[in-house]
Nanobody, 128 residues
């Protein structure tokens, strides 16, 4: 079992930055054995994967955030980060952290089906 707690959300003006954090409590194995990802759900939209960082270093990001958002992890602190720069109004969403047992290079790292463990989410609002 993995428990995830996100923090760092808030309200910023367009062009601003935020850094989200997700702290994991791991019951089986160790944190560095898990693939991690960030998802978001914008108002009226389905939840979408935006950035992933696997246990063996595989990364993926959605086109909508490339060049603006950076995912990273600190395995010593059981923590996943999402640095968000140049935020746009369309980035307004609830952001979720997700974890799944490492899959190597199998599957779509931005697919919800890869991750059975989810946090409660943190709200990010970017206004123009």
């Amino acid at each position: 079992q993995v428990q995830l707690v996100e923090s760092g959300g808030g309200s910023v003006q367009a062009g601003g930055s935020l850094r989200l954090s997700c702290v994991a409590s791991v019951g089986t194995g160790t944190y560095d054995q898990y693939d991690m990802a960030w998802f978001r759900q914008r108002p009226g939209k389905k939840r979408e994967g935006i950035a992933a960082l696997g246990s063996i270093g595989r990364t993926a990001s959605a086109d909508s955030v490339k060049g603006r958002f950076t995912i990273s992890r600190d395995n010593a602190k059981n923590t996943l980060y999402l640095q968000m720069n140049n935020l746009k109004p369309e980035d307004t969403a609830k952001y979720y952290c997700a974890a799944g047992w490492n899959t190597g290079n199998l599957g779509d790292p931005l697919s919800e089906t890869q991750y059975p463990y989810w946090g409660q989410g943190t709200q990010v609002t970017s206004s123009s």
